[in-house]
């Protein structure tokens, strides 16, 4: 039990937060230390499990997600948050950041990505949701508020070509017909990236891609 992941879970919908923690749970690196309806009752949490991770709502009663995560920075509390929310747009994104949010996800995510966010976040240190803007991560890397963990590392130069199509969200069947090879070639080529990078998502292949700059913001 030392070994696993502890994590808290802040959400006032009590089917979302125990359908999370249900899907956590199936995971043994993994391990549910409480279930809060509101900041309020986090804190306690986390004054009693000091919870490596936390998944958090913005939107709840009595204490949200934004004061909450003020008592975390004024407390200096040493964990690592991941916020679920629908409203997850670009000005939101760069004050959760600075107020030390490592991943973001919306509401309506399915729960093989919600998970992968939780190693991710772990191994990374960050994880983005795909579908979030491209030029909003570029900017938080420039500015050096995120700074991901990849080891060094090279790529081949189908690895590169590959990396680049699945950052402008080609399918295998699509990457395998512009390359010119089999789609069992391509699943090679992914196999070795995610092993390389250590990313679990294209989302985290493309924070490393812009990271090293293999893509720009405009593809």
């Known amino acids: 039990m030392a070994n696993k992941i502890k994590i808290a879970i802040a959400d006032d919908h ?33 004054k009693k499990t000091k ?3 936390i998944i958090l709502d913005l939107q709840m009663p009595v204490m949200n997600g934004w004061q909450t995560l ?43 990505t919600f998970m992968n966010a939780i190693h991710e976040v772990s191994s990374l240190g960050y994880f983005f949701d795909k579908k979030i803007n491209h030029s909003i991560l570029k900017e ?16 081949t130069d189908k690895e590169k ?17 512009e390359m010119q090879v089999t789609e069992r ?7 070795s990236l995610y092993e390389k990078t250590h990313a679990k998502t294209s989302a985290g292949l493309i924070l490393f891609a812009l990271k090293h700059n293999y893509i720009t913001v405009d593809e």
């Open 70 to 112: 003020e008592w975390i920075a004024k407390n200096k509390v040493q964990c690592k948050i991941i916020v679920m929310s629908m409203l997850l747009e670009n000005s939101s994104i760069k004050d959760l950041t600075a107020k030390g949010v490592r991943g973001f996800l919306p509401k309506n995510t399915d729960f093989e």
């Open 51 to 53: 919870p490596d991770l």
């Open 185 to 191: 070639t391509i699943e090679r080529y992914k196999s």
């Open 14 to 46: 009590t089917l979302v937060s125990q359908s999370l923690a249900r899907c956590i749970e199936t995971d043994k690196k993994l391990q549910v230390v409480g279930i809060a309806e509101n900041g309020k009752v986090l804190i306690e949490i986390i």
């Open 161 to 177: 070509e590959t990396l680049i199509l699945i950052c402008a969200d080609k399918l295998t069947k699509e990457i395998a017909s």
């Open 140 to 155: 938080l890397l420039a500015l050096k508020a995120i700074n991901p963990t990849f080891n060094n590392l090279v790529l």
